[in-house]
């Protein structure tokens, strides 16, 4: 598979370097509270170092037909009429109400684990490589439907692209990545153009048109992508902007505000279509302190009144903590561990104890080329790193000002 970047149907507005604007439908049906958020995780990586780790895929039992439906006006008589039974979905049961697994799918990994909220989007044996560079491989996780999920690991492990093939951005040069019941990387230009109005994203710098004001930016889907009036625009464009505190700034240019401001305008663009799923590429990045837990505590806000699926890519391991249900980390080309946050969290895997401890004792080193192959290397709580202790300043709004 080509190793382009697939262009987006909407160019950004002439001279601009703004990334487009994702239409996007309004939110999905709430979601229900399922049992067993607080189980064990799924997922299948490797668990290194033979510490404890994820609960290994259950086996691939052979593929499954559907049992065949009788034709011919015969009716079964326990089978709901006009309705397919649903397919096994190999070691578990389909739960109720979860997507039944689409043609194209291997039912023996529809569902990793039943006893965690429905996933929105299920990233199967996905594989990326740019020629013969292998960013990551065999990289299977789910993110599940109506939480956050944040996705981290050292700089350079493909975070980036990882978010790049959920909007189908990036093509994989294996696997299968389904939003809902659509195999992304399978996709043709309308389906794909369907898939990605499911979305918003916020880019690092919020990639604001510089020569737009603010209320023109986030205005700028709408106008594209809606046949809406510019009265109702007005009124969803305040809305947004009073939800990310900008309402101020609506006049202003991206040239005049703060990288921090340019961020909320960025995120209020990317909610102006009611997106089902967020993407947010270190939203923090560049901020500080106070600035971040703001941001953690509007993420938290707009979780509660949108009822998305957020996908975080963040270095900022207290943001994880306090904002994220579920963690995912990329490291030495594949996802070392996904699953409940409390997992992560109580986790002996070397990786991931240095990771969010943020220390210099354990395998990941300076840079990837770096990092030390050895993953059980011992994990020295007294080495230098940032440590847990700065949690419960960084706790959303606890050091808002009085
Ligand atoms: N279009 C591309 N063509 C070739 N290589 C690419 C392309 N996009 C990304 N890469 C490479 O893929 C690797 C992963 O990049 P990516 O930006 O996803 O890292 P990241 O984990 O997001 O890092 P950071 O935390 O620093 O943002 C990098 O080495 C990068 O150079
Ligand atoms: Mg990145």
Not at 287 to 306: G, S, Y
């Amino acid at each position: 598979m080509a190793d382009t970047d697939l262009t987006l149907p909407s160019p950004p507005a002439r001279g601009s370097t703004a990334a487009p604007a994702l239409p996007g439908p309004p939110p999905g049906g709430r979601q229900s509270v399922r049992p067993g958020d607080q189980g064990q995780q799924n997922q299948g990586q490797r668990d290194q170092g033979g510490q404890t780790g994820p609960l290994p895929l259950p086996p691939h039992p052979p593929r499954e037909e559907a049992p065949e439906r009788p034709r011919g006006g015969v009716q079964v008589l326990d089978e709901p009429r006009g309705e397919a039974p649903p397919r096994p979905q190999g070691g578990h049961d389909l739960p109720e109400g979860w997507l039944p697994c689409p043609k194209g799918a291997d039912p023996a990994e529809w569902v990793l684990d039943p006893t965690l909220p429905e996933p929105k989007i299920r990233i199967r044996h996905l594989t990326k490589a740019f020629g013969s560079r292998v960013i990551w491989e065999d990289v299977t996780f789910d993110i599940p439907k109506g939480k956050v999920t944040v996705v981290l690991g050292p700089s350079g492990t493909g975070k980036s692209v990882l978010l790049r093939h959920l909007i189908g951005l990036l093509r994989p040069t294996s696997g299968q990545l389904w939003v809902d019941d659509k195999n992304v990387p399978s996709l043709k230009n309308r389906p794909l153009l369907e898939v990605r109005k499911k979305y918003g994203v916020l880019f690092q710098d919020g990639a604001l048109f510089g020569s737009m004001t603010i209320y023109d930016n986030v205005a700028f889907p709408l106008r594209e992508h809606t046949r809406k009036g510019e009265k109702e625009i007005k009124e969803i464009v305040m809305h947004n902007l009073e939800i990310v505190g900008m309402s101020d700034a609506a006049q202003l240019y991206p040239g005049e505000i703060s990288g921090g401001m340019r961020k909320r305008a960025g995120l209020a663009r990317g909610l102006v279509l009611g997106p089902e799923i967020l993407l947010f590429d270190e939203p923090d990045s560049g901020l500080d302190p106070v600035r971040t837990a703001f941001l953690n505590e509007l993420i938290l806000d707009l979780k509660e009144r949108l009822e998305s699926t957020f996908v975080i890519v963040t270095h900022h391991i207290p943001t994880a903590k306090n904002v994220g249900d579920h963690l995912a980390l990329l490291y030495r080309k594949s996802l070392t561990l996904a699953g409940p946050k409390e997992r992560l969290l109580s986790s002996d895997m070397p990786a991931v104890r240095q990771f969010l401890r943020g220390s210099t004792s354990g395998p990941i080193g300076m840079s990837e080329e770096k990092d030390s192959g050895d993953e059980s290397a011992e994990y020295d709580p007294d080495a230098q790193g940032l440590e847990d202790t700065r949690d419960d300043e960084a706790l959303p709004g606890a050091d808002r000002p009085q």
